[in-house]
């Protein structure tokens, strides 16, 4: 009779202990989920905020944002031409990108024999795994030479006269400018949209494309009016997100820049972007407004950059959601 | 065993020994690395010197960052005053006008007070321009853009340059004035000496200032420029000793001292010193930076001359072992 | 022509279109990594590991403290933050999946993947160097480890999602709580996963170069004290190639080299692992050649 109620006993014991180490694992994996997911990124944006705060109360915001003024002499700063250069190597760089990446995505679901589709995209893959300072240095070392040398007179001979697009190719052409960074931010960008694309286009139930081809479609018609308008929320967010990725790169555009504080006035002039400035200048501003200017561009760019990535991720899921019902 | 062997010297060397850590002056870049190595050499002692330019050298002293800041252009004794420093010369070098222009390979143009200012205002942009062509009457000068290049961080050269331009260019004095940093009128910027030299180096028809032994290493000209009495003059230790003979080093001014634009029929008009700054607060910190000065002062002399740079004369290191007695940095 | 074949050929122009961004973008790969492989190779040599850097001019020298430094910090980051991620995404995958409020926070955690790294080398900054008053190769490490905690939380959260919902669910019916089921159930089928997502967030964090501006900085001295400001590969190259020496430059390509054959080598690595049945064709030929039997 004892020896049951002592078995009982150590056993209501022995559970005891396996909730207690079940609530304590929880708690503990819980606060690191916590941490990561969103203790870490507020802190992060707080910290941002509040190295800025010098320079938000003496420039404000609409101020900041709309001049071109950066002199760490006279301790004035607007951020206009970070801003501007960001946003424009950005876009140009997505520009060339996106058809590239769609293309990519579509030669790997719908053209390639079975045998080439894991080369490809492998290969894609590796582009992505290259650390961007290799890029920065490639392209100091290699391509600008060859853009100031022979692509850009080349592109300045042809089109320089003409009415409009002229205008975009004055300039000395050094090769360290607006055109050589975008293009190679757009290489960069290439193999993450590739796969959004691709793993998008995955994503078409094949019962759709099979009905279209049954009709008589040619693969390039199916592709066109079935596949892309059902996943274009898909490719939208896949363009967003790579933008979002484009936004923050530092290394590449931080050699081939050409770190001039202005807005340059055609692709062939230097030019600065907000993670140029941080990178050249955090560790010479000499004075705290200096160093809180920096860090207000800095929050800025947090704040677009978690913001596009945000809406990026909402429309991806949304594709998501499509396929799933 | 070769692995053994490779192991062992990879994590050899880092022996418990006293390191002094500096920033600053891209311009004392080279011999304060040269310095560095050979006090390292001969003492065991490690400076870690990092060239991020004058005005992160004059930021990180006064944060009290590293041990000791380098910069080209000399803190007033006021701002030494104000940041608890102290503030001591180390060495003499000279800021030359350099360019690459391939038509021109490693020909030595003659530049004038007004050409300089002219080009780094914008105003003469190519290097045909009849000005230069007059100032150069044997050289064919080709027809093609000049790129200016300048600094983009805080830099001492900088300091030295725009100060030469403000005494002899009145209109460069009024629109930008002389500093670490200044607002350019145009050209490109580039980070340290280093970088200016390496713009130039891979630009054709670029032109910039930098340090002569940058020029100097990378194998490019420097140009003759006109000096206060009207000479073209070359930049060597002769006209750069000319230049600091009349020189007042006075201890009581924390040695500040500016170098441009100083009379004599020889002097090379761009030259100016190195200035180290050292806490005075922090008596521990400032002695590790006097105990490598003093050795630098005793045994680095011929290190500097390898280089190009002049080393400080007799009577201002002596002044300068005062000076640190004086304020208890002595080592 | 009739408007069938015009169709039919326009479609096969434009996957001819496809075809060339295809090669567009391998034609990218390959130039560059030709280039690193001919420039790097080149200049390749055992003194850039053993020697320390010389005076700027001075020909010579190598990147000891560059390497070493690199090392230790990359080695240090991931000890700190993969604990930390792994936990993280084990909550994500086995407690949180019912809570709207945790699978949003997964969701910003996904975006923090993708956050400028440089932020992170400034956020660290302001906490772990400026009030202790100078660089120091800690703060390089844990701008790392934070950059790293993301990208194993997501990581971990995929792979234990893969683990099949009946492997638990028998675990349960004998009786087992769930800590019990994580640790010898899920965790053991997650593990080749999880051990390809921690390999490649080395590969990610061993490349980069802005979080380590402004913390570890750099070194021309070997040390292997965190307190000192320490050197590192990509930082090296960044000074190296804005430099105007034409040893500078050769030291980078060399250096670039190494780092990205070795970024490289763990990636394939991690893919190795993640597609094994990709060697089965491979093991079965071996063993048909060398005759063994039970292939």
Redesign the interface.
Known sequence: MENVAEAQKSLRRIKARGELLERFLKLSLGFWALFVGLLFPILAGLILLYEARLAIEEFGFIHFLTHTNWDPVQEDFGALTMIFGTVVSTLLSMLIAAPVAIGIAIFITELAPSWLKPIVSTAVELLAAIPSIIYGLWGFFILAPIMATKVEPWLQDKLGDVPLIGKLFQGAPTGVDVLTTSLVLSIMIIPFMAAVVRDAFNMVPPIMKESAYGLGATKWEVIRQVVIPYTASGIAGGLILSAGRALGETMAVTFLAGNRPEIPKSLLEPFTTITVALANQFTEADTDVYLSALYYVGLLLYLVSFTMLGVAKFMVLRLEKRWKT | MKKVLLATAVFSGAVLALEVTGAGSTFVYPIMSKWAFEYNKETGHKVNYQSIGSGGGIRQAINRTVDYGATDGPLTPEDVEKHKLLQFPVVIGAVVVTYNVPELGRTVLNMDQKAVCDIYMGKITRWNDPYLQQLNPNVKLPDRTIVVVHRSDGSGTTWIFTNWLSKVCPEWKEKVGFGTSVKWPTGVGAKGNEGVTNYVRRSQGGIGYVEYIYAKQNNLPAARIKNREGNFVEPNVRTMQEAARNARWDKSKHFYEVLTDQPGKDAYPITGAVFVLIPKDQPERAKKATTFFKWVFEKGDKYAQELDYIPMPENVKKLALEYWKEHGVAP | MSRKTR??L???F??F??????A???F??F???G??IV?GFRYLS?EL??L?P?????EGGGL?PA??GHLIITSLATIMGVP??I??G???A???RDSKF?MT????????V??????????V???LVKPV???NGFSGAVALA?LM??VI?ITTDEMLKLVPREMREAAYALGA???QV?KNVVMRAAKVGILTGVILGV?RI?????PL??TS????????DLR??MASL?VT???Y?????HYW?QQ??AA?FI??MG??LL?IIA?VLLHRN?LEPLFYIVRSITGKKGG
């Open positions: 169709r039919k326009f479609s096969n434009m996957l279109l496809s075809f060339l961004t295809a567009y973008g391998i990218w790969l130039w560059i990594l280039s690193l420039n055992p590991v053993y320390d010389t005076p700027p001019g001075e000891r390497f070493v930390v991620g936990m993280a084990i909550y994500f086995e407690y949180g945790f926070i997964r969701q910003i955690t996904d975006i923090m993708s956050t400028p790294s440089i932020l992170m080398g400034a956020v900054y302001a906490v008053g100078h660089f934070l905690l993301p939380a709580y769930k800590w994580i590969a061993a490349g980069e170069t802005a501006l402004f900085f750099n070194n021309h001295v070997l040390t292997f000192d400001p990509t190259m960044f000074n190639v804005m430099g105007p020496y430059h980078s390509w670039a780092l990205t970024v490289l990636s893919r990709l």
